[in-house]
């Protein structure tokens, strides 16, 4: 297998929901911007128009959702990083534990770095199953996605910076 296969593989498997949701919505805009186009050609400018919106919203979701996938990517260096240089840590995973992303990049890091079956069973052990996909602050209240402390702690991984 290629270099460039194994690096675009790495990236799937640190973050596979984000990236599976990305894809699939990029693929819905892609569609739903079709049948706007199909529309305004026929003459039926209001059907475009909500095609086209759609379109545009499915896109917005993709870009997001992509973007998700490149920090858990991001995320999963920095863990490896760690896990290799320090070992297996609880205290490296519990900042980890309550989205279902985050988990996959720490458990994908902790499978090339030699921790997996610990770290699984930590995460297993904080009562995760693979079916809790949405992440716990989501769960009790829906609107937490539109927060700036949200946006920014899915975004930008990492060290909160010192003042």
Sequence with gaps: MSRRMKNALRYVKAAPWPYMTGVTSLLLAIGLKW???IHWTTGDFPQAAVFG???VCWLVV????????????????RIKGM??????????????????CQRD????????SGHYERARDYF???GYRWYHILPDTVVRNPFSFISPTFLRTSFMPGKKARV
């Design 35 to 37: 049948a706007g186009i």
């Design 62 to 77: 993709a870009v997001f959702a992509l973007a998700d996938g490149v920090s858990r990517h991001r995320e999963y260096k």
């Design 83 to 100: 896990l290799l240089k320090y070992g297996f840590s609880e205290r490296i995973l519990e900042p980890l534990a309550r989205s279902r």
């Design 105 to 112: 990049a720490a458990l994908h890091a902790a499978r090339e």
């Design 53 to 55: 919106w759609w379109g």
């Design 124 to 126: 297993r052990q904080l």
